[in-house]
């Protein structure tokens, strides 16, 4: 599974510090940027590039910015993306067993890393549910567009 992370200014420290403990994890990390702590910069074009870099169903997203919004929403404008919004273990949960969430925005302006770091290690080991009625939600979101 390869890792693709994505942030601007507002999440940058945080993607800083989980990039380094996904390596001690053992996974593949791409970083599409920020490179830099630029306060100009914006998540739009973060949220794309980590999207477009994805090459596999298997590959996983995480961006970082401060209240995790707009990335979801830039995120989601891309077909076959379905990013959730961060904000406690049991959604994220909930969000990778019934939709098969295969994108994260973390909004890093309310969790200290700890946090991040249980609801990320929920996010890349949790499996979509089989149930049918999943499997039908998934397959009327991939044909809405």
Not at 48 to 69: E, W, Y
Request: glycine share 6%; net charge negative.
């Amino acid at each position: 599974m390869k890792v693709i992370l994505g942030t601007d200014h507002g999440g940058f420290e945080m993607k800083e510090l989980i990039k380094k403990w996904l390596a001690t994890e053992g996974y593949t990390v791409e970083d599409v940027g920020a490179a830099n702590l630029v306060a100009e910069d914006d998540y739009v074009y973060f949220a794309k590039q980590a999207v477009k870099a994805v090459t596999s169903s298997s590959d996983r997203v995480i961006l970082f910015c401060r209240n995790g919004f707009g990335m979801v929403i830039a995120a989601n404008r891309f077909a076959g993306v379905r990013c959730g919004l961060a904000f406690d273990t049991e959604a994220v949960r909930k969000g990778r067993v019934d939709d098969d969430i295969n994108a994260l925005s973390v909004p890093s302006d309310y969790f200290d890393e700890e946090m991040v770091i249980r609801m990320i290690k929920i996010f890349l080991t949790e499996k979509k549910s089989e149930d049918d009625k999943y499997k039908r939600r998934i397959m009327k979101l991939d044909n809405l567009i």
